[in-house]
């Protein structure tokens, strides 16, 4: 009798332990902390129904030393540096989330959120566009910023201004850049037609600037090569088309995707930096609607080189991405967990754009269906939020177990609001990042850098590869949280 007892006892414990894991994945109040990591990340003027309290104003003369106000913005990861670079990919994986899955953010009550997140970025980057051939693509110099560890509330460091124009040309920037402004203007339609008029036109000023002067962007902006450099630039100018071509349905842009002489290939990741899957993704959609020939031309490439790389994700390619014993998706050392939210946020649109056709997918290790896309979307947020080997959300201050040192100056300093005395640019180190305890600030909604490729990981924020977070990170997942939620 007592054994029947005992073996019930372990039966229950099991079912209990399932279920509370199964029961930890609240979909809905990650998408929630997803857009609050945004109020966190801002530069310039805050808002009054600003929500993340801890934060205060900061960078409020940005551009004066250029006679522009560049004043607003985000700070791209844990430093108070305003890279234009991942701003603006971060941007358009905001736009592209809401885009596809606004209806699911309206019934969470997140769309005005998501929106808001989207428009702190975009009026940025219209301040940033004065004219027609010049951007402003970075405030603030990393060497010195990094030097550092100081609140952007009273940082003490340099805000020097760095451009693009027609002498110093950066394709790949203002690409990026008009990407962003036109997947933002399809967000903003229907909510704010006339914003999403303005951010049409200087959409289409910066492909056209892109196009006519041709160059990476770090060879203007030196000081940017040495944390964000581009390795080419073909792949903005297609997605910048794609985007533009979505938002205006002018023949123009799909002419310059058909005529693309490199459609990109089989790619091994999606990411600020290579945006060929993203626009092969948004071209295999128009072949699937039929709004291009499906067998002609450089469109069944897109196509297919979209489909290879989700085939290589969901393990049944002919090269398929690494995953930790865990389960997570693992492609590089630094920062891994953007690479798989951008590959989580293209499977699942590629699932919605596969459903309505009942369509499947090709690979070579057998034909995928598009619900295995999002099982593979849901099995990598899980890991995120919290189902894997060490029990912990990467997601911060999501769950009971999550990092409580993420490599950010603002977060790891007490608020200014509880103590305004000056942080001197040294003090810092060893008033607060030194220090082996808790940040004092809960960087809500941060997706951090994430474990390494055998599932380990190391609370501390002097491991930046691992404890830094960076808006390129949560951005993919706010669609994918959307959809799930």
Known sequence: MASITVFALVCLSLLSTTHSVVAAIDYGQALTKSLLYYEAQRSGKLPPQQRVQWRGDSALKDGSDAGVDLVGGYYDAGDNVKFGFPMAFTITMLSWSTVEFANKLEAKNELSNALDAIKWGTDYL?????????????????????????????????RNTFKIDEQHPGSDLAGETAAALAAASIAFKNADPKYSGLLLTHAKQLFEFARTYPGLYQNSINVAGQFYSSSGYEDELLWAAAWLHHATDDQSYLDYLGQAGNTGGARTEFSWDDKFVGAQVLVAKLVLE????????????????????ICSCIQKGNSNVKKTPGGLLWFLPFNNLQYTATATLVATIYSEYLSPKHAPIQCSGGIVQSPALLDLARSQVDYILGSNPNGMSYMVGYGSKYPTQVHHRGASIVSIKKDPSPVACQAGFDAWFNKNVPNPNVLDGAIVGGPNDSDGYTDSRSNFQMAEAATVNTAPLVGVLAKLA
């Open 290 to 309: 039929g709004k291009v020939p499906a067998n002609s031309g450089p469109w069944s490439q897109y196509k297919n080189q979209a489909e290879q790389f």
């Open 126 to 158: 219209i301040k940033a566009h004065p004219e027609a051939n010049v951007l402003y693509g970075e405030v603030g110099d990393g060497g010195s910023d990094h030097a550092c560890w100081q609140r952007p509330e009273d940082m003490t460091t340099p």
